[in-house]
């Protein structure tokens, strides 16, 4: 053999090293489980933010520590600014969504009609408006996993509904709740046996009308809690009775008549975003198969529409600390996740700005204190102002006044706004996405919301 021709076939043979190499691992990016965690409203602001309130500037939070992040693009399929229906939506199905619409493609919102008690409860989307394309949590279940929905707003909120529902107007509350209660008129029935651990808010919209005692409770008179309880759900209205709760019975629970509370002002009788995020794991992971689950951080959203900062940041820090109960849980049952994908994301930005060269270590949510001498910065007009403000919303003054430092870190304390609007709206930016686990390395560089529910769908081999 000659020298050349033993240099060409090494040469051949090293070739072919890299691409055995590559091939080997690939089924351990395969996942079996799947947890999808949504800080509804957390944009990138948001998470400056709210790192500096908890941590300083210096500081991460724990989902900033995961090994993949994105940008991700959130305009709808009729609007650049989108609301969180149809943002979810793409998440959950890789389908561009009309704004107000609940996983339904081409779908146009109609909002729904009045009955007798004053609610809005009569559906009239109408026949032929709109398809429903299957979400990656009706998939996980037609692949024998097990599923489940968690949020601190009402449980058929946008983003919890976007899961499991198919609706023409994201108002229909009594609609969607319809549709996860197995065998029942209305049900959803690619959820067969039914999703197996649902938690939030919003009893009115699964309890009967009652005049006095709840007055925004269904109309057709239907108790969707008994029949939850009636196909073997363990039901649960209180933290107590979640904590109770054994690993063998499908579970739902409602722990408030609309919203769950801020973390800030949390009753007892509510468990924390992190508690129902740790005992959704404890009943999902029972099945050898895997599972799905979806967990928001709803109520980021509602302190950023309420232009309050500081309830955004607490709010932000229990997701945070959510997330790092099912990184903790999900190591345990599967050290280095190589079963286990966790993506980190949200849906939409908000107006909030970070703004006005404050000093270091200065408080986020105090007046701007400037960093050459850490004396107040003044305005155009010599007014005081706030680190932190919004673009728009309903608390813009006439004529600015000084803001003090006691004023700015109160807890009910609402940032000003550039534009006078009746409320804070949604940003079109982009926003971030963190993930860790198998199948996470294609998480990367600027991408369409849509693209997240092919990678989470190649993730799980469907």
Known sequence: MTTIRLAALLLAASCTLPVQAQTAPATKS????????????MGPTTITAARIFKHGEDGLLNFERLDRTARIKTYSADAQVTDSAPSMGAYMTGVKINNDVISMKDAKPVAPAKDANGNASIDRCGAGNGTSPMTILELAKANGKAVGAVTTTELTHATPASTFSHVCDRDMGYTIAEQIVPGGAGYNERLQDG???????????????????????????????????ARGYFVANTRADMQSALPNRKFVGIYADSHLDYASKRRPEQPTLAEMTAKSIELLSKNPKGFFLMVEGGKIDHALHDTNARNAMTETVAFDEAIQTAV??????????????????????????????????????????????GEPTKDADGKTFTTLVFGNGPNRPEVRADVSSEQALAEDYHQETGIRWSSESHGGGDVKLYAAGAGSAPFKGTIE??????LMKAAFGF
């Open 30 to 41: 395969q996942a079996r489980n799947i947890i999808f965690f949504l800080g509804d409203g």
């Open 195 to 229: 999703v197996d651990v649902l938690m939030g808010g919003g009893r009115m919209h699964f309890t009967p009308f009652d005049k006095a005692r709840n007055p925004k409770g269904r109309g057709d008179g239907r108790d969707l809690l008994a029949e939850f309880a």
């Open 328 to 373: 903790e849980r999900m190591r345990a049952l599967d050290p280095g996740l190589e079963n286990t994908l966790i993506v980190v994301t949200a849906d939409h930005d908000h107006t909030m700005v970070l703004n006005g060269y404050p000093k270091r270590g200065n408080p986020v949510l105090d007046i701007v204190r400037g960093y050459a001498n």
């Open 449 to 454: 919301n849509t693209r997240v529910f092919d």
